[in-house]
DNA sequence: GAGACCGTTATTTTT
DNA sequence: TAACGGTCTC
């Protein structure tokens, strides 16, 4: 348990970096260094020892998750000071009864008045005061309720626009392409004017043109994407110097978590509010005034988001004193590694040592070494999955301290997850997956969403159209379109035109019926939302819609699994309730939209985590399992000729390595499952390279217990496989291949034998002779 | 308007 | 391989 005179249990550094009050300060904090310790404590320690108010403090976190956490610690350790105050003796020592009072209270004039959070979640928290007073350059406008699309509404809409609106080729303009355009354009604070002018040529007019039409449409749905939650406060700071200095005066204390994975917008948000939109070099009114900034270079994984770790590498020169390190006041160095075994650290170390962009720091060990790294070769990713499996079992049975929740499992991509469920099942371990289909990206879950936002946004029309006619009740095509048509021409959301029964029985023709039966059960909610708390909205509304009967109706083993979700909502809608004093339709659906799967995390679930190494970022525990460390996997096969790329990859297999305690496996298949089904050979990652043979054993590890899958895979070269094989392949008359120029083919003929050999392939009606070790062509089963 | 069927196409990472 | 979207039929 953590006392109250927290400053002695911290190192030099860490003390210095808590008790830092005003002005800019750098964190440079390696992995496990005790960088949220730091934080929490300075947060602490400003409300106490500086009587900051906790309302004056922005804490900005990489995830709900992070935020909750560190909001729970501050509580405890006031928890803790104020039992000691008031009866003299520690927390734990109080009655049930008092605990509960003296943590309420604590939330009450504490935790509950700090402003911690996610850029997004904070930003959208602003736009709820001051989003009624923004304008932009097309006079579009937002009010308070708006809705937050998620990616896939985003994507959706982008490809409406592309296909239908502009009839465009989406080939040419991959919707996704045009997504990234856009989020690029956003983030760099660029309107659809202003990206017109900076891409002048076709492609980028088509873009900008596709821009514009999505903004009117998020306008007229009244929603925001992802990218506008941070953008559109900056340009409010922009326009209005009077929201400006509200927000400027209003935080005194501004600390950021993981800095490096900070990107422009949301840097200038930050300078905005912390000089006053003033530039930092010249700015020095810095009385009662701090920005606080943590992060390590070594772990920026998020470039593919815009993440630029520049601004921290930067940050000396732009906010600092840019001092050479051993002068400045303005930047602390966290080293000393509080969580990893030292061989576990020199691996980490002598990886990430390859990587030219980062400022020079090292992990210190503390732990003594641990047990030796293994590095496991596996036949294919069954196998590989087998191998898990076998030594979890192993270690859990060896050690009976051990639960299957100090495990995980980390991969590069989310579908690497499917043969480790598969054999997880078989050994009976129990397991959850992190990220892969979110909660909140379930059709069940995006359904029932879509109908509370529609009663809190009725001109979410994108929402509406999702619920309109789900489940079924009979408004088809026709109508749908009929009703769309006369909302766009009369310029007005479709939800005005369902509001009015006289338009729907001139427009809905046979279906009027359903629509109006449909439109009064909307209208009833949204009449009660001021009445009634989010939970018993959601669950009026699943029954009233005929959305749960529809599901009870279906009797399959899918409807069964969508409503046990349905009801995994309601429960998190009762929690929210719980957890945040606030039972507000509004309130909920502010956080749903930028909740994620990560915040399902629970510790002591006594399960085996799977997740993706991103996902992993900011998590330890005492067994890491990486697999799939191949060429083409990690690194990436996107990322593998681009210098810059390829030091990111290394960074995401320095995270994986750093995430573990006690003891860490790494593995990799020679043979995978790729795209399409197809099975193709692999090489080891260069990773493994690169780390210090003499501390990973790569031996000794091939004796794990085989559990045959039924197919005995008889390979004749096992010893020199690893060497040879993704060059060789036994080809056979009858061999299917997918070549890249030709498309599928035939082997008809072999010609030479060995390295020599050539393949005579019929595609279609034209017959050719290829050297299977040239050609851009894969085997097909 | 609903459901069946077939062909196409996609896998990086996430707030 | 699997999931999705478009088309066709009743």
């Known amino acids: 348990m953590e006392t109250t005179d927290f400053l002695t249990q911290l190192n030099l550094s860490q003390r210095q970096a808590v008790q830092h009050f005003c002005g800019p300060m750098l964190v440079v904090a390696g992995a496990g260094s005790g960088k949220t310790r730091a934080l929490t404590y300075r947060v602490a320690h400003l409300i106490r020892h500086h009587r900051v108010h906790p309302e004056n403090i922005l804490a900005v976190t990489f995830t709900n998750k992070a935020a909750r956490e560190m909001k729970d610690r501050i509580g405890k350790l006031f928890a803790q000071e104020q039992a000691e105050a008031k009866y003299g003796k520690p927390f734990l020592a109080l009655t049930a009864q008092e605990q509960t009072r003296l943590r309420s209270q604590v939330y ?72 990234y355009a856009i989020g690029n354009a956003k983030n760099q604070g660029m309107s659809p004017l202003e990206y017109q002018r900076a891409e002048p040529d076709y492609r980028g007019r088509v873009i900008a043109e596709v821009y514009g039409i999505y903004q009117d449409n998020l306008a007229a749905n009244n929603a925001l994407d992802f990218d506008d939650l941070i953008r559109i406060p900056v340009e409010l700071f922009q326009q209005n110097e009077q929201i400006l200095g509200y927000w400027h005066q209003h935080f005194n204390h501004i600390l950021v978590d993981e800095y490096q994975d ?143 929740g100090s495990f995980a499992i980390l991969y590069r991509t989310n579908y690497q997850s499917r043969p480790l469920e598969e054999k997880l099942i078989h050994y009976d371990i129990k397991y959850v997956i992190i990220g892969g289909l979110r909660f909140y990206e379930r059709k069940e879950i995006k359904d029932a969403l879509a109908y509370l936002r529609v009663i809190s946004n009725p001109a979410d029309t994108v929402s509406l159209l999702r619920i309109f006619n789900t489940p079924r009740r009979g408004i088809g095509k026709t109508t749908i379109e009929t009703l769309l048509n ?20 001139a427009l809905a023709g046979r279906s009027s019926k359903a629509v109006n039966q449909f439109a009064r059960i909307i209208q009833h909610w949204q009449d009660e939302v001021e009445n009634l708390t989010a939970l018993e909205i959601l669950e009026g509304i699943l029954e009233d819609s005929g959305y749960i009967e529809d599901l009870k109706k279906q009797g399959t083993e899918d409807a069964d699994n969508r409503m046990a979700n349905l009801g995994e909502l309601c429960s998190a809608v009762a929690q929210f309730q719980e957890d945040n004093e606030e039972t507000t339709l509004e309130s909920f659906l502010a956080n ?12 002591g679930q006594q399960a085996v985590s799977l997740m993706t190494l991103h996902s992993a970022k900011g998590l330890e525990f005492p067994v890491v399992f990486m697999v799939g460390l191949e060429q083409g996997l990690l690194p990436h096969f996107r990322s593998i000729d681009d ?139």
């Open 592 to 603: 749903a939209s930028l909740a994620s799967d990560l915040d399902n995390l629970q510790e």
């Open 643 to 781: 210098p810059l790329s390829l030091e990111e990859e290394r960074r995401l297999c320095y995270v994986g390595i750093t995430r573990a305690q006690e003891q860490l496996f790494l593995s990799y298949a020679t043979e995978r499952r790729q795209i399409w089904g197809v099975r193709d050979t692999t090489v080891p990652s260069d990773f493994l390279g690169e780390l210090p043979a003499d501390l990973v054993n790569t031996n000794a590890m091939k004796k794990v217990v085989y559990r045959s899958t039924g197919q005995s895979k008889k390979t004749q070269n096992t010893g020199v496989k690893k060497a040879v094989s993704h060059q060789i392949k036994n080809w056979q008359v009858g061999d299917k291949v997918m070549h890249e120029n030709f498309g599928v083919g035939l082997v008809t003929n072999i010609f030479g034998e060995g390295k020599k050999i050539s393949l005579g392939i019929k595609f279609g009606k034209s017959q050719k002779i290829i050297d299977p070790k040239i050609a851009s062509m894969t085997k097909l089963n």
């Open 108 to 179: 009450k004039n504490i935790t509950r008045h700090l402003w911690m959070g996610t850029f997004h979640n904070l930003c959208a928290r602003i736009l709820r005061f001051d989003i009624n007073k923004y304008q932009d350059e097309k006079k579009r406008r937002w009010d308070k309720n708006f809705s937050i699309f998620d990616e896939s509404d985003a994507q959706s809409l982008i490809k409406k626009i592309v296909t239908k609106e502009l009839n465009l080729d989406d080939k040419k303009f991959d919707p996704r392409s045009v997504r």
């Open 262 to 404: 900070t990107n422009r917008t949301q840097y200038n948000l930050i300078r905005f509010l912390a000089t006053n939109g003033e530039d930092p070099k010249y700015f020095n009114n810095w009385e009662n005034r701090s920005v606080f900034v943590v992060g390590d270079v070594d772990q920026s994984i998020y470039s593919f988001r815009m993440a630029d770790y520049t601004i921290l590498l930067d940050f000396q020169n732009d906010f600092g004193d840019g001092l050479p390190d051993g002068d400045t006041r303005t930047m602390i160095k966290l080293e000393e590694n509080y969580r990893s075994r030292e061989n576990i650290l020199e691996v980490a170390n002598k990886l990430i040592e390859n990587n030219t962009q980062r400022i020079d720091k090292i992990l210190k060990p503390t732990r003594g070494l641990g047990e030796e790294i293994y590095c496991y070769e596996a036949e294919n990713e069954l196998e590989e999955a087998e191998f898990v499996c076998s030594k979890i079992a192993e270690i859990t049975d060896l050690n009976p301290e051990l639960d299957w």
């Open 486 to 505: 006369a909302s766009s021409q009369m310029g007005i959301p479709l939800w005005e035109i369902l509001n009015d029964q006289t338009s729907i029985n």
